[in-house]
């Protein structure tokens, strides 16, 4: 699938892992739904504004997929996220992230960037986000944890002003340390800018 320098309105477009998906640029998509079967290396989204609709992420999981040059705005997110960036390090005018609903969707390893975070909907619990993760460093490691949660947290919290948010799956966190799913998020809640919904 190739599409740039195009209005889209009310469209489906499905995306599937046999070849390189390029998505602009030029590409402006408003009420449109993205079904992706992609793995990050067939999936290319440069230079493409999204307004509302979807973006589903079927069977797969989507990893390591880099949002850096998108702007999505009133999107409602479906599916696993693991280890992407939504907005760009540098400047708003690259990427942007607002307004945005992923409480269908699961976030793990995953940054928001240079954007307000109350804007979004976040997942439910397990996951979790730090809002400001730059600011809870301190805390993170001069506190006691899990050994693999340390050095799963010391990566959230390693990060330049600009990531506004780290988000994890603690279910996966608790279940590769051996603690209970339940002690996990009592360690969390006391991280500052730990964002947990129920």
């Not at 280890?83 to 992923?102: V, Y």
């Not at 397990?126 to 809002?131: E, L, S, T």
């Not at 460093?137 to 506004?164: Q, S």
């Not at 051996?178 to 006391?190: H, M, S, T, V």
Request: hydrophobic residues 40%; negative net charge; charged residues 30%.
């Amino acid at each position: 699938m190739k599409i740039h320098s195009a209005k889209l309105s009310g469209e489906q477009i499905w995306l599937s892992d046999v070849e390189v998906n390029q998505l602009g640029p030029g590409l402006i998509l408003e009420e449109c739904e993205i079904f992706s079967d992609c793995q990050e290396n067939a999936l290319v989204m440069s230079g493409v504004r999204m307004h509302g609709g979807r973006f589903v992420q079927q069977e797969r999981d989507l990893v390591d997929c880099q949002f850096d040059r998108v702007h999505f705005d009133g999107v409602k997110f479906v599916g696993r996220f693991i280890g992407c960036d939504f907005g760009n390090w540098d400047s708003t005018d690259k990427a942007s992230i607002t307004r945005c609903d992923f409480t269908e969707a699961v976030l793990d390893d995953c940054r928001f960037l240079n954007c307000d975070v109350e804007t979004l909907a976040l997942p439910k619990w397990p996951c979790f986000a730090i809002v400001n993760p730059a600011e809870a460093r301190d805390f993170v490691m001069g506190n006691a944890w899990p050994a693999k949660t340390r050095i799963t947290l010391d990566v959230y919290t390693d990060v330049d002003p600009e990531c506004t948010a780290s988000l994890g799956d603690a279910s996966r966190m608790a279940k590769r340390d051996g603690i209970p799913l339940e002690d996990l998020r009592e360690r969390l809640l006391a991280i500052p800018g730990i964002l947990i919904r129920d």
